[in-house]
């Protein structure tokens, strides 16, 4: 299983950003989808996940301002990040807990969990 994320970059404060994570491989489903950011010096923390039946949960810091969606066909997550500001500047990861997953031989397992390579967003004041 590979997590491929896209759509960071820079913006002005105010402004928007749309990420994109595609998850490939053996991969029967996947429940929980997620997008977590790391700012030099901080931890890693959760940013937003979303589950395959559209439970959304999101960090207070960008609830109202970001929105998290999925397409289950196609296996991806978005986020869209409005009202961007300067303190949203961090790397951005997405992240599949425990996605279903079938082997060669067609057995189905929970696998581990996965995480993108990330994607800098940098917000300028």
């Known amino acids: 299983v590979q997590l491929q994320a896209s759509g960071g970059g820079l913006a002005q404060a105010g402004g928007s950003l749309r990420l994109s994570c595609a998850a490939s491989?053996?991969?029967?489903?996947?429940?929980?989808m997620g997008w977590y950011r790391q700012a030099p010096g901080n931890q890693r923390e959760l940013v937003a996940n979303i589950t395959n039946g559209g439970s959304t949960n999101y960090a207070d810091s960008v609830k109202g301002r970001f929105t998290i969606s999925r397409d289950n066909a196609k296996n991806t997550v978005y986020l869209q990040m409005n009202s961007l500001k300067p303190e949203d500047t961090a790397v951005y990861y997405c992240?599949?807990?425990?996605?279903?997953?079938?082997?060669?031989?067609?057995?189905?397992?929970?696998?581990?969990?996965?995480w993108g390579k990330g994607t800098q967003v940098t917000v300028s004041s």
């Open positions: 992240n599949a807990p425990s996605p279903l997953i079938r082997d060669e031989n067609g057995s189905e397992y929970y696998g581990m969990t996965y």
């Open positions: 491989g053996r991969i029967v489903s996947i429940n929980d």
